[in-house]
């Protein structure tokens, strides 16, 4: 009998797919896109059926139920902090799901703020006091949407990320659960204890009644017909968050691990070991992976602009006509010149948090070309993800082994080898190009006792090439990422 793992991938705007054979090659994939709501400036929202339908339709794509030989099971992974609040009697959610971009809890999360509770929340929780996270959306919800508040004292409404929600839903309404990663995204839930806080729903007045039972990635969640697409109920057995997921898809399961995904911006993210640290100042620490009876934590930070500034020079300079060429251009030149770019095109994200800051190019002369104006927009890849490793790394007390890459960027020879050479570690590419439904597939092979340990799994692992730092360039690039740092400070409030 083969096996057929559906990883579901549930992203801001759209569903996606895969059929994974037992090998993690991927045999089919389907996306369906959903509708963005702004109902007003800041506000963002989804239709929480309208994913499940979407779910429902893009499994039907990719599934073949009457296969000869075949058996199935489904794994999750999904956009984390988005939030939904459904009747539990109706199976219908009381209003839109509150997304994580979504920005109506701010005075919620400052009022907070404002009675001094950011510190006993961030040790509970780990987190930030921000309508990025789930809490201040739910509480939102309660005291908005007509007779919630009331609905939720009877105990007939139930709270959860888009995991739990899908889970839920699948299940005929049998589970109500949630995974750790989900879990430590919502700011209700205490990493230390690995339960939903009390003291927390009490600061957000949420109901514990309504909370999921919160599960290690690799549990059986559930069972499911999919609405009778299966003859017989199939597994849903695997669940993380997205970021958790390519952490996991990039086989970071040991303390020292870190995984950056470049792509528009860029999530950067380190295992830290089985001990929840404290964040450096601008980050956050969550559960980053809890599979095979272990939890190990993360240190986590989001840039905004990585991938974006590339296509910037492109789209609105002119100056290149694709984000290769800029790499291309930067390997012309023997160094940077003392030009530097900050792009702070939208703020600068984490360590830095200056949502005022805007982008500039420093270090310009007559002799300054094109090529050095590419160098240092693809410089300033590298350096925003240093400046991340650099904070989580140090405050932790590990040493970075080494760095697995995705997403576009990682393509561009030169920023990948300034990328090792600034960090002093190897730098490695995954071949893997959907590394969160990846790493829902491996939840999913541990939730089924195909593997029992971590070495096991990495056997299905492919990376291209390690990209070994250059010793001989330590000094030149020691000096490079000092201008930057001074670049950066002039910036910085």
Same mark, same amino acid.
């Given at each position: 009998?083969?096996?057929r ?51 429902v339709?893009? @499994? ?11 058996e ?6 999904? &956009?984390?902090?988005? #939030? ?6 109706? =199976?219908?959610? #009381?209003?839109?799901a ?6 109506r809890?701010?005075d ?24 990025? $996270?789930?809490?201040? =959306?739910?509480?939102? @919800? ?22 739990? !929600? ?5 299940? =005929?309404?049998?589970?109500? #659960? ?6 430590a995204?919502?700011?209700? $839930? ?6 939903? +806080? ?5 600061? %957000? ?36 968050? +997205?970021?958790?997921?390519a ?9 020292g ?52 500034t590339?296509? !910037? ?6 100056? @290149? ?11 012309? @030149? ?5 030009v530097?770019? #900050? *792009? ?6 984490a360590?830095?948090?200056?949502p005022?800051?805007r982008?500039v190019?420093? =270090? ?38 080494d ?5 576009? *960027?990682t ?7 300034? &990328?090792?050479d ?15 439904? $990846? ?6 092979? $541990? ?6 340990? %971590? ?10 090439? *390690?990209?070994?730092?250059r ?6 690039v ?5 201008? !930057? ?9």
């Amino acid at each position: 009998m083969q096996h057929r793992v559906i990883a579901i991938d549930q992203s801001t705007s759209a569903t996606k797919a895969f059929v994974f054979d037992a090998g993690g090659a991927i045999l089919a994939s389907a996306s369906v896109p959903h509708k963005q709501y702004y109902p007003k400036e800041g506000w963002v929202e989804h239709d929480a059926e309208e994913i499940y339908r979407n779910t429902v339709k893009a @499994i039907s794509l990719v599934a073949d139920p009457s296969a000869p030989g075949v058996e199935w099971s489904i794994a999750i992974t999904n &956009q984390r902090e988005t #939030v939904v609040i459904w009747d539990k009697n109706t =199976g219908k959610p #009381v209003c839109n799901a509150v997304v994580w971009q979504c920005m109506r809890g701010r005075d919620i999360c400052a009022a907070l703020k404002a009675q001094g509770l950011e510190p006993e929340v961030q040790e509970r929780s780990g987190l930030l006091l921000d309508p990025y $996270f789930s809490a201040s =959306g739910a509480k939102w @919800i309660l005291d908005n949407v007509p007779g919630a508040r009331e609905k939720a004292g009877n105990g007939d409404l139930l709270l959860g990320t888009i995991d739990s !929600w899908l889970i839920w839903k699948l299940s =005929g309404g049998k589970a109500h #659960v949630v995974d750790y990663t989900n879990a430590a995204r919502t700011l209700l $839930f205490n990493i230390h204890t690995l339960e939903f +806080d009390d003291e927390l729903l009490r600061m %957000f007045t949420i109901p514990r009644s309504m909370v999921p039972a919160p599960l290690p990635s690799d549990s059986l969640f559930a069972t499911t017909t999919v609405e009778g697409l299966f003859a017989s109920p199939i597994d849903i057995a695997g669940d993380m968050g +997205d970021s958790n997921g390519a952490l996991a898809g990039q086989m970071c399961f040991a303390e020292g691990l870190g995984k950056a995904t470049y792509g528009t911006g860029s999530s950067v993210m380190v295992n830290i070991g089985e001990t929840p640290h404290k964040a450096p100042e601008g980050l956050v620490t969550s559960v980053g992976i809890s599979a095979l009876g272990k939890v190990f934590y993360g240190f986590e930070g989001n840039i905004h602009s990585t991938g974006a500034t590339l296509a !910037w020079l492109k789209d609105e300079l002119k100056l @290149i006509s694709s984000p290769q060429e800029a790499d291309d251009l930067a390997q012309t @030149i023997p160094d940077n010149g003392g030009v530097y770019m #900050v *792009p702070a095109f939208v703020g600068l994200g984490a360590p830095w948090w200056q949502p005022d800051a805007r982008a500039v190019i420093s =270090g310009l002369s007559f002799g300054t070309g094109k090529a050095y104006v590419c160098r240092a927009a693809a410089e300033s890849i590298a350096y925003q993800v240093a400046d991340l490793v650099n904070a989580m790394t140090e405050k932790a007390g590990i040493t970075l082994k080494d760095l697995r890459v995705d997403g576009g *960027p990682t393509r561009n020879k030169f920023t990948m080898q300034f &990328q090792a050479d600034l960090l002093g570690v190897q730098v490695v590419r995954s071949e893997v190009s959907d590394a969160s439904a $990846f790493g829902a597939f491996l939840m999913n092979c $541990f939730a089924r006792g195909v593997w029992k340990s %971590f070495a096991e799994a990495g056997t299905v692992w492919k990376g291209d090439a *390690p990209i070994l730092p250059r010793k001989e360039n330590a000094a030149a690039v020691a000096e490079a990422y000092e201008g !930057w740092r001074r670049a950066v400070a002039r910036l910085v409030k």
